[in-house]
C-alpha cells in the first residue's frame, strides 16, 4: 500500500516544541507536494502547512503562522513540521499526504493518507 508515515507525536506543555516527521512509505517524494493536515476532537480536517513541488512553495494557515515551519531534509525523503509555542488548542491528530501546494494557499484533499499522530498540548 502506498502512503504517507507520521511520527514524532506525544504529549508537549504549552509553549513548548515539537518536530514531526513524515516519510514516503512505498513510493519516492521526488517532485512532490506535501501537505500537513490536523483533526481536533470534534472538528473537520483542516489543512496546516504544505511544501511544495520541488520546495517552489510553502504556505502556513494563518492559526500557524509564525509558529510553524515546515523543513525537509536534503536527501528529499523525509518532510517534518516544525512546531513552536504550541496552545492547547493546537491539541489534534496530525496526518501528511500528498496535496497540491502554492505560495497562498493548499488543496483541502490529499492523496496516500498516513495513519496520523497525536500531539497532545496539556500541562
Known amino acids: 500500500q502506498l502512503q504517507f508515515v507520521e511520527s514524532g507525536g506525544g504529549l508537549v506543555q504549552p509553549g513548548g516544541s515539537l518536530r514531526l516527521s513524515c516519510a514516503a512509505s512505498?513510493?519516492?517524494?521526488?517532485?512532490?507536494?506535501i501537505g500537513w493536515f490536523r483533526q481536533a476532537p470534534g472538528k473537520e480536517h483542516e489543512g496546516v502547512s504544505c511544501l511544495g513541488r520541488s520546495d517552489f512553495a510553502r504556505y502556513y494557515a494563518d492559526t500557524v503562522k509564525g509558529r510553524f515551519t515546515i523543513p525537509r531534509d536534503n536527501a528529499k525523503t523525509t518532510v517534518y513540521l516544525e512546531m513552536n509555542s504550541l496552545n492547547p488548542w493546537d491539541t489534534a491528530i496530525y496526518y501528511c499526504?500528498?496535496?497540491?501546494?502554492?505560495?497562498?494557499?493548499?488543496?483541502?484533499?490529499?492523496?496516500?493518507w498516513g495513519q496520523g499522530t497525536k500531539v497532545p498540548v496539556s500541562s
Open positions: 499526504a500528498a496535496a497540491p501546494c502554492w505560495v497562498r494557499g493548499m488543496s483541502k484533499r490529499g492523496n496516500y
Open positions: 512505498g513510493f519516492t517524494l521526488d517532485n512532490t507536494a
